[in-house]
């Protein structure tokens, strides 16, 4: 039952847009592909959504829209299920499938059927045009752009009805560096001014530049929801960055004390297994001299490896539903 117009007028006056996912789950025949999943995405924040290969984020993402059916559990945003608010993009904007446009139309008239479904005026439509730079291209078809382009435009789909929830799949694929620095400096400035942000990428290095937050999952299964600097922490692969003129020595020295030492291209020692203040007080006792003494984490792809190597799917045994088991079978992997 829709709770009609009052949803989005509660919506739009709340300072709270939560993304709430509580016990989701999602069968495909015999196949449990979101397995009893829960998190909760806080606006304000950039949440980076991340998974191996066949986690379950596409699935996921559709789910929380609506574009599936849970087999039991369910999402809410700010309180309210996707399929009960009467004007959507008003108030959550994805972008799941850039692909997803009619090729004969042009720029202008595919944003422009969303916008007359929504009560969103003309002009919307050419400043989000501007906004994601299209408005040169505005009138030609959409089935010739280029993939990046086509990403820009389901982007400017998705922020058509100015909506606090943003739920973006991929956004940045097929764009060129320039392009990907302009999706992170737009989607950290719109949290910034509160909205809620749920971003997925394979780009681990663009995720540890974009996303304050994660939410981790693999086989359908929550691994982590934590701050990024949390799951990093999380990592067992620490080193100490050494650089000695007498490395040599020092070397041997950590060896013999259990250490584990590599040599870097400029002659600096990656040191594993002895803290920095176990080598600082063989150096001393040694009476070597030291240069530099600087404990290192791991990468967010060190940790992200590290953390979801248990749930990788190989092969055929994808579980991110339906679409991505095709694109798996007909492909072999996916990259």
């Known amino acids: 039952m829709s709770c009609g117009n009052a949803c989005v007028s509660m919506l739009l006056r709340s300072p709270s847009h939560v993304i709430e996912v509580r016990n989701l789950c999602k069968v495909y025949g015999s196949k449990v592909v979101i397995d ?4 909760t995405v806080e606006p304000g924040v950039v949440t980076g959504f991340l998974g191996p290969n066949g986690a379950g984020k596409s699935t996921t993402m559709r789910l929380i829209v ?22 959507p993009l008003r108030v959550v904007g994805a972008l799941l499938d850039a692909g997803a446009t009619h090729k004969g139309r042009s720029a202008f008239d595919h944003l ?24 040169e ?22 922020l058509l009805g100015d909506p606090q929830v943003l739920i973006l799949d991929e ?14 400096k737009l989607v950290i400035e719109l949290a910034a001014e509160g909205r809620t942000i749920l971003i997925s990428s394979h780009l681990m290095s663009e995720m540890a530049a974009t996303a304050t937050n994660l939410v981790v999952i693999g086989r359908g299964r929550l691994i982590a929801a934590c ?47 002895i803290d920095a203040a176990h080598i600082g007080a063989l150096a001393s006792h040694a009476g070597l001299e030291l240069h530099e003494l600087t404990p290192q ?17 190989f092969g055929g045994h994808n579980a991110d539903g339906d679409r991505d088991a095709l694109a798996t079978t007909s492909s072999g992997a996916r990259s």
């Open 36 to 39: 009893v999943l829960s998190f």
């Open 66 to 87: 609506g574009l599936d059916r849970p087999t039991s559990g369910g999402a809410t945003i700010g309180g309210v299920r996707y399929a009960d608010l009467p004007r």
């Open 112 to 135: 422009l059927y969303l916008a007359q479904t929504q009560g969103i005026s003309r002009r919307r439509v050419a400043e989000v045009l501007e906004l994601v730079g299209l408005s």
């Open 137 to 158: 291209v505005a009138h030609e078809r959409a089935g010739s752009f280029s993939l990046g382009m086509g990403q820009r435009l389901g982007l400017a789909a998705a």
């Open 171 to 184: 956004p940045v694929n097929g764009l060129d560096p320039d392009g990907i620095m302009w999706i992170r």
């Open 227 to 273: 701050t990024t600097d949390d799951f990093i922490e999380r990592s067992s692969k620490r080193s100490v960055l050494v650089k000695s003129p007498d490395s040599s020595a020092l070397s041997e020295l950590i060896s013999a004390a259990g250490g584990h030492v590599d040599t870097d291209t400029d002659g600096a020692l990656i040191v594993h297994s």
């Open 297 to 313: 984490l791991a990468s967010l792809e060190d940790a992200f490896m590290e953390q979801t190597h248990a749930s990788t799917e």
